[in-house]
């Protein structure tokens, strides 16, 4: 069992507006909870570092996740083809490591209040979408496009105290979802966000607790190409880092 979810940013740079990459050899780390993968296998090798758990998982075809696992004997490291949930978190257990490859698409950029950001390649069922936010405005919104549609659209709302989810196809607004376990969100907090993407929907973590999923509407999600991200305002800052998982 993986408990703990950590994030290893081997990234190259990609199409943004922004002018800050991770360099490769940046980890952000951020605890949380099992990560379950569609196909995982297990590789034992004795003392393995992060980075040697990562490099394999490079070497493979869709490998998404990797796990380093020391503390029931030698080590071993669990590579997987996509992430299916992050799971049931119970932090009193000894974690495990988990690290995702992918690459960062923006941070902290200085740049316009609104961030179109192409996406690196199409989007796919294991893949990982992390954001870190911080909630400088009362409306902030997230939103994964098809030229100018919107496949997914989630918006926090201050003033609701919900966040909502719509998709916009074919020219038509799609039914408006919400509802939230619970909204004790305050201005200029830090949040992450993060999608998994599953074969029926996006599952959507907030600070690593299950919010809310989206059942896809758009048959081809690799047809999505486009990350948005806005505030209210003309807030620059919000988005402290996008993050996607390597496919
Ligand atoms: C890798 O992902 C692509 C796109 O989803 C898929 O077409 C291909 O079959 C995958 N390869 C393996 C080995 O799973
Ligand atoms: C977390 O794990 C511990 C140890 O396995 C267990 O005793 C406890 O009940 C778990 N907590 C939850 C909320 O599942
Ligand atoms: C963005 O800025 C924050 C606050 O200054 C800093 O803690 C964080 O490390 C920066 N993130 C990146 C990805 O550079
Ligand atoms: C918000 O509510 C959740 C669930 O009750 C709780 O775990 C979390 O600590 C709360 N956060 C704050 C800042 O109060």
């Not at 360099?23 to 570092?49: F, H, M, N, Y």
């Not at 960062?104 to 992390?130: M, S």
């Amino acid at each position: 069992m993986i408990l703990a979810f950590y994030i290893v940013l081997l990234s190259t740079p990609s199409s943004t507006t922004g002018e800050c990459y991770l360099t490769p050899s940046t980890l952000l780390i951020q605890p949380a909870g099992r990560v379950k993968g569609l196909t995982c296998e297990d590789v034992p090798w004795s003392a393995v570092t992060t980075i040697q758990c990562a490099m394999l998982c490079l070497v493979r075809e869709n490998c998404t996740v990797v796990s380093k696992d020391c503390q029931t004997g030698p080590c071993q490291c669990t590579l997987c083809q996509g992430v299916d949930d992050l799971g049931d978190f119970n932090s009193s257990v000894l974690p495990a490591e988990v690290y995702i490859i992918g690459r960062v698409l923006a941070a902290n950029l200085t740049v316009p209040p609104r961030q179109t950001i192409l996406l690196p390649g199409p989007v796919v069922e294991g893949q990982v979408f992390r954001f870190l936010l911080s909630l400088l405005s009362t409306k902030m919104v997230l939103k994964l496009m098809i030229d100018s549609q919107f496949a997914f659209l989630m918006e926090i709302r201050f003033w609701s105290r919900n966040v909502v989810r719509n998709s916009l196809l074919g020219g038509k607004w799609g039914q408006q979802e919400q509802g939230v376990p619970y909204f004790n969100f305050t201005l200029n907090q830090e949040l992450e966000v993060i999608f998994v993407v599953t074969r029926l929907e996006y599952k959507v973590y907030f600070d690593s607790v299950p919010f809310f999923n989206f059942q896809h509407r758009e048959p081809g999600l690799a047809r999505i190409n486009i990350l948005e991200a806005y505030g209210s305002g003309d807030d620059i800052g919000y988005l402290h880092s996008a993050f996607v998982s390597m496919q």
